[in-house]
Nanobody, 120 residues
Framework: QVQLRESGGGTVQAGDSLRLSCVVS????????MAWFRQAPGKERDLVAS????????LYEDAVEGRFTISKDNAMNTLYLQMNNLQSDDTGVYSC?????????????WGQGTQVTVSS
């Protein structure tokens, strides 16, 4: 089992920055691919950014390309999402996900999520 705990959310103004963290614990011995998802009110959950266990294979949602940066610190077992120039459309619950089976997030592990609210 893998446990994930997010932190770093909050309420900010448009143009501000936030950094989300996701601490990974439990059975982290196998290679784990990780990602950040966002669920906005009344919308489906969207993949925001993903990163392979190697630290490569980074992918971003088009809307956040150039503003968000995903990274991980293996020594600290922590995944990060640096979010700059936040906009109102970035509002939502951000969850981190981990999977040991390729990039099949539905069969992986999920955190509880952290709320990000951007006011214009």
């Amino acid at each position: 089992q893998v446990q994930l705990r997010e932190s770093g959310g909050g309420t900010v103004q448009a143009g501000d920055s936030l950094r989300l963290s996701c601490v990974v614990s439990g059975d982290t011995t196998n290679n784990i691919n990780m990602a950040w998802f966002r669920q906005a009110p009344g919308k489906e959950r969207d993949l925001v950014a993903s990163i392979a266990w190697t630290g490569g294979g980074i992918l971003y949602e088009d809307a956040v390309e150039g503003r968000f940066t995903i990274s991980k610190d293996n020594a600290m077992n922590t995944l990060y999402l640096q979010m700059n120039n936040l906009q109102s459309d970035d509002t939502g619950v951000y969850s981190c996900a981990a999977t040991k089976t390729g990039f099949n997030w539905d069969s992986g592990y999920w955190g509880q999520g952290t709320q990000v609210t951007v006011s214009s």
